[in-house]
């Protein structure tokens, strides 16, 4: 099978005509000589014709032959045939080949991980390619391709393929790709092809593939029997008027055996403070409760992990919080006596209430408080707008609490600062009728399709909406701030009396104190106090800004504040791809070295034909030169 890689110019081979033409109009006219006695005359001139007419063909076919090679050259004509690929020889071809270096890879197969398996696959590639080709890797770590995604001109480096780690952080598999064909396309060989090589993990695919692209397979595993430990969280239980601090993770079996006894640990500040054992059904998520008893202030760190020694990178899920027993709360209003429902909910929370009401307050003395309340005060200063004001500039977080008296002046401040509408105030009853289960406020909470809750202000917001009734909001929050619409002053409102009110209210405060107890997840940008970091292996840095995008999981310290990065865990469940239907993609199995390195274009034969143009010039040249010799 031949095909082009330029066929567009093959239009241009109608340029054969041109010598054709020449041939036929611009034959020379022998001069007309009278004789007496022409008989051998005409004898002698038949026998020339002839000779001259061989040679004039001769040479018209010879530069048909040119202009044509010449053209067909151009096009880069190619041939592939079945009899080619029983050489071990193959087109010289721009080959990028990707190695799936995400966490699932880590998973152990018998006695190698994927990832091992992967590099061992590499290096058999590598044995195939030969000088001729041009060869690109990447991995799914978008900082490892910016530093080592260069073309080579032949083989790939074996040294940097042992290199290659396990990434927690890794790029969209599409973008990766991406970046493969990019970086084909900067080669001038028209054989291009893309191998990934992956445990077959799915991934979210949806693409045009421009070049041959084949998914080889580390094993045919399609199930994982893989444990893991997620979304370690601080739960403060009130019970009796008294608060008790837990940490609650999730077991997932990932598996579809029964995972039995499975131990499980906590490590707080560097030391094992539990360690206990559970049985996992078949797929199971389990939520446990580990018991902290700490006394001492400040942060504390550490991580539960479950031992599972098939998959060990989602083991782990690590935490930080800061105790204070007793911060210090300023509640900004004109009241004297703040409303009963506020004050023993405060009371669990602290001992260490200031309630401000003069205007003396500054910006220093409000910056001491560990929370800062907003509540019935009806007028709002330019000074006190300017000390809130400055207070959300260096990102302290408030705690606004509407009332039915709520002024127009309140009104406008907090609509700007939340993004929101004010229309009326309700005092009907109303069911609660969604949480936001995503939001860290809430996310613990239980349902409470069956509370309901009167006197509060309907608004229209684009902000998080942490509690809602129909269509309207009840409670919200904005860049770290929090606003109640219900007036906590109610006697009236069941929401108030229900046993889930002090544990939100209680969430609430911890999430607007100056320490924050809040994990993240790989990757996401996190705003520091400063550009000092400590990372998790103990090496310090210094950024360029305060913000920061973690690429491995572990405790990271940013001056006075302790943060837990983990993984998102998607990767801890194994799904296989399977009729994975994408032009130009090609699964393969065991025996991909069957199905590598079969371009669709073949071996090019532009050289060969530029050879023949060559050959034709001097064989066009030698016959005229003979003609010529003949002559003189």
Same mark, same amino acid.
């Given at each position: ?564 990065? +983990? ?6 469940? #194994? !799904?296989? $791809? @399977?009729? =994975?239907? &994408?032009?130009? %993609?090609? /699964? ?6 069957? +199905? ?6 073949? #071996? !090019?034969? $532009? @050289?060969? =034909?530029? &050879?023949?143009? %060559?050959? /034709? ?16």
């Amino acid at each position: 099978m031949i095909s082009f890689l330029n066929s567009g110019i093959l239009f241009l081979s109608s340029a054969i005509l041109i010598p054709i033409l020449i041939y036929l109009f611009a034959k020379r006219k022998p001069k007309r000589i009278i004789f007496s006695s022409i008989r051998f005359i005409k004898e002698s001139q038949q026998k020339q014709k002839r000779k001259i007419n061989l040679k004039n063909l001769l040479l018209l076919i010879i530069r048909i032959l040119i202009v044509l090679f010449t053209i067909l050259a151009i096009a880069r004509p190619a041939i592939k045939s079945d009899l080619l690929k029983k050489g071990t020889d193959h087109p010289k071809t721009a080959i990028a080949v990707i190695i799936d270096n995400s966490y699932s890879m880590n998973y152990l197969v018998d006695t190698q991980t994927d990832l091992e398996k992967a590099k061992s696959i590499a290096h058999q590639l590598n044995e195939i390619f030969t000088e001729n080709d041009n060869t690109i890797i990447l991995t799914l770590n978008d900082n490892w391709n910016k530093l080592h995604s260069g073309i080579n001109y032949g083989k790939l480096s074996d040294k940097l393929i042992n290199e290659i780690t396990i990434s927690a952080h890794i790029m969209n598999l599409e973008n990766v790709i991406k970046l493969a064909e990019k970086k084909l396309m900067e080669t001038h060989l028209p054989n291009k092809e893309i191998y990934l090589i992956t445990d077959m993990q799915v991934q979210e695919l949806n693409i045009k593939l421009g070049f041959p692209t084949f998914f080889i397979p580390t094993s045919q595993n399609e199930d994982k029997n893989n444990v893991s430990c997620q979304n370690a969280v601080i739960k403060n239980e009130i019970v009796n008027k008294g608060l008790k601090k837990q940490l609650e993770i999730e077991l997932v079996n990932h598996s579809k055996i029964l995972q039995q006894d499975v131990i499980y640990k906590l490590f707080i500040d560097g030391n094992t403070v539990s360690e206990r054992a559970t049985d996992l059904h078949p797929e199971q998520r389990k939520k446990l409760t580990l018991p902290l008893e700490m006394n001492n202030p400040g942060w504390h760190y550490g991580y539960a992990s479950v031992k599972n020694e098939r998959l060990f990178f989602d083991n782990r899920s690590y935490f930080s919080f800061y105790l204070e027993p007793d911060p210090n709360v300023a509640i900004i209003s004109d009241l004297e006596q703040i409303p009963v429902t506020l004050e023993s909910i405060l009371d669990i929370y602290t001992k260490n209430i200031s309630v401000i009401s003069t205007e003396n307050v500054n910006y220093e003395i409000l910056q001491n408080f560990e929370n800062i309340i907003v509540y019935k005060k009806q007028k709002l200063s330019k000074k006190m707008i300017s000390i809130l004001n400055k207070l959300k500039k260096n990102n302290r977080k408030i705690l606004f609490i509407a009332d039915n008296n709520l002024s127009i002046e309140q009104q406008k401040y907090v609509s700007k600062l939340f993004s929101c509408d004010f229309q009326t105030f309700n005092s009907s009853s109303r069911n609660i009728d969604q949480i936001n289960k995503f939001h860290p406020i809430t996310k613990l909470m239980k349902n409470m399709n069956n509370i309901d809750l009167r006197d509060f202000w309907e608004v229209t917001s684009n902000s998080n909406i942490l509690l809602r009734s129909n269509e309207f909001p009840l409670a919200i929050e904005h860049q770290n701030s929090v606003l109640w619409l219900f007036d906590v002053e109610s006697i009236k409102n069941p929401f108030l009396l229900d046993p889930v009110f002090p544990v939100f209210a209680y969430n609430c405060l911890q999430f607007t104190s100056e320490h924050e107890n809040i994990s993240y997840e790989i990757g996401h940008k996190i705003q520091l106090d400063s550009p000092n970091v400590t990372l998790p292996d103990g090496t310090s840095i210094t950024l360029k800004n305060n913000y920061f995008s973690p690429a491995k999981t572990g405790i990271y310290f940013n001056d006075n504040t302790v943060i837990a990065v +983990n993984l998102d865990y998607t990767e801890s469940k #194994f !799904e296989r $791809w @399977k009729n =994975l239907k &994408i032009k130009n %993609l090609k /699964l393969l199995d065991s025996k991909w070295q069957d +199905n590598i390195l079969q371009s669709r274009y073949g #071996f !090019e034969l $532009w @050289k060969y =034909l530029l &050879i023949a143009v %060559l050959v /034709l010039f001097i064989l066009e040249m030698l016959i005229i030169k003979r003609e010529e010799r003949k002559k003189s």
